[in-house]
Nanobody, 117 residues
């Protein structure tokens, strides 16, 4: 059974940093394209970053230069390092496996990130 579990969210002040973790089971992160998404209240879910099986990365314009996606193949985890956080980064963050640009797995619980002073 494939499962992705997000963690690492919290409350942070503007300009602060957080690192999110996506722990995978049932799939190998090194053999799949994994992405981070977020959904803010009243808004549609949007993809913020992904890393391909070849370690290519892609970022939404809104987070480029501030967020970094990475993975640890041995731990079978994917990370999202978020720096210079802004209030507009406040959202529930999710990870998912993508194929052809689309998420393919049921959404998990996500992890809440709140950026506020």
């Amino acid at each position: 059974q494939v499962q992705l579990v997000e963690s690492g969210g919290g409350l942070v002040q503007p300009g602060g940093s957080l690192r999110l973790t996506c722990a995978a089971s049932g799939i190998r992160v090194s053999s799949n394209t994994l992405a981070w998404y977020r959904q803010a209240p009243g808004k549609e879910r949007e993809r913020v970053a992904y890393m391909s099986m070849y370690s290519n990365t892609n970022y939404a314009d809104s987070v480029k230069g501030r967020f970094t996606i990475s993975r640890d193949n041995a731990k079978n985890m994917v990370y999202l390092q978020m720096n210079s956080l802004k209030p507009e980064d406040t959202a529930v963050y999710y990870c998912n496996k993508i194929i052809g640009g689309s998420a393919t797995l049921p959404w998990g619980q996500g992890t809440q990130v709140t950026v506020s002073s």
